[in-house]
């Protein structure tokens, strides 16, 4: 996601007696809110058009359907209020927030309900524009990760003592369905969405195919735990706090791999840095005469930070983007470094994951033929927003949110990335085989047209896998 923000806010640690007890309250609203939705199939219209309805077991309350339809009716007003397009793209909000009013009040859950709001936003068609429902009381594991490779979705990653490897399951797996709804690049990240965010699953059902065409059926379980957001206000909370904090900061650091002053990859998980910390890592690209950034599942992050390390690149000014808001368009441009940027031979490495500022950064790139872009085709989630929260009631502190966008961003060929996205100039896709031997031939291949010989295994140890657990 694109951000507009110059930092990243600091985060406090210090709570007061008083505090601590509204917030065990807090925790315990979310508990009873949460209990009655975690446990069931989402009910989200509109998005895959094929999800079923269960029926929960816990009653659905008067109480529950006007908290639904506040929900709705904060999170609507806000698309009215900011979204970048005044018309809509189209769409006939007012008789949309309606049929969402109808089906909330139809609805057999509050999980259906919320499942409703979520339909409602997802009608505009917009990357960046979304519910963010109240957190909820645990986290939860299903014990993989699935990724677009070009048109087929893989396993590239499996936890060690989940109940998927335990089943068998395994990097290089290809993977159709995941409870009998198709993979695709259209709706991976919805699926995502509703089993991550909307409705957790105790497990999931997955599907998958062999080489030969053959279809079987594998159900793996997830892992739940107490969520961070509760166990911050346990004993010992704030050390727990301290010490998720220093952990979301060194997975976010960026990353180094050298051969001599002849060749640096360096690889960037998200545009979170501040100006002093891009500067350090332009400085260390012209110690080098090649270098290849590897933006390999940045979702993006701050609009700072993709300007000034793609100004970086540059002696002179660069025109990024035009900004398109709802009452104005202004062109926005990368100040370029002049003798302090970094001229050498420079490649950078997109995918399937890597969206918004990832995307921005690498199509400039390609337009102002600074270098080649190698890899997948990127996401195609370009557009610029903010999240406007509320809180339920007073003194609740039970809070949920809408992400608007607030601009469209044209780049300066005059197209937008939103839906379409980066088309790299080299396809280097991995195989079923590269993920099941760890393999990496993207960057073997960048490696090689910098003239640095890398085995696609070689490749593949650059940088390691972090986990964000700490497992």
Partial sequence: MLRQASSIAGVHFYFSAAEEVRQARVTAKMRCFWKKVAWYSAVFTGLLGCFPSSVSCQQYSKS????????LRDVSAD?????YDAKLHGVDWDARVRQAKENIDKADSLNGAVAEIAAALDSLNDSHTFFIPPPRTFDLDYGFKMEMIGDHCYIIRVRSGSDAERK??????????????????????????IYDTLSPQPGLRL????????????????????????????????????QDADKKRLLLRARYFEKGDGFLAVKIP??????????????KM????????????????????????????FQNDVKTFDRVQRSASKPVTATGRHHDAFIGRFIVLIDSESASASELFARVVQLERRGFVIGDHSAGKVMEAK?????????????YAASVTVADLLMADGKSLEHLGVEPDIEILPTAHDLA??????????????????????????FPYEDPTGN
């Fill in 64 to 71: 529950d359907r006007e908290f639904a339809h506040a929900m």
């Fill in 387 to 399: 999240r406007y929260r509320h809180e339920v009631g007073v003194d609740m502190g039970i809070f």
């Fill in 437 to 462: 031997n760890a393999c990496d031939p993207a960057m073997a291949k960048a490696a090689g047209l910098l003239g640095v010989q890398l085995s696609p295994q070689e490749a593949a140890t650059m």
């Fill in 286 to 313: 012209r110690k080098h005469k090649c270098v290849v950034l590897d933006l390999r599942g940045n979702p993006g992050g701050f609009t700072d930070t993709l300007d000034r390390l793609l100004g970086g690149l």
């Fill in 207 to 242: 599907t998958l195919r062999n080489d030969a065409g053959q279809e079987r059926q594998l159900e793996v379980l997830a892992k739940f735990k107490t969520a961070s957001d509760v166990k911050y206000f346990l004993h010992q909370g704030v050390n727990v706090m301290v």
């Fill in 270 to 283: 998200e545009f979170g840095f501040s100006a002093e910390e891009v500067d350090n890592i332009i400085s």
């Fill in 79 to 83: 698309v009215q209020k900011y979204y």
């Fill in 168 to 193: 068998g399951l395994k990097p290089g797996d290809e993977i159709v369905a995941v409870d009998e709804h198709p993979l695709s690049r259209r709706t991976l990240w919805r699926i995502h969405y």
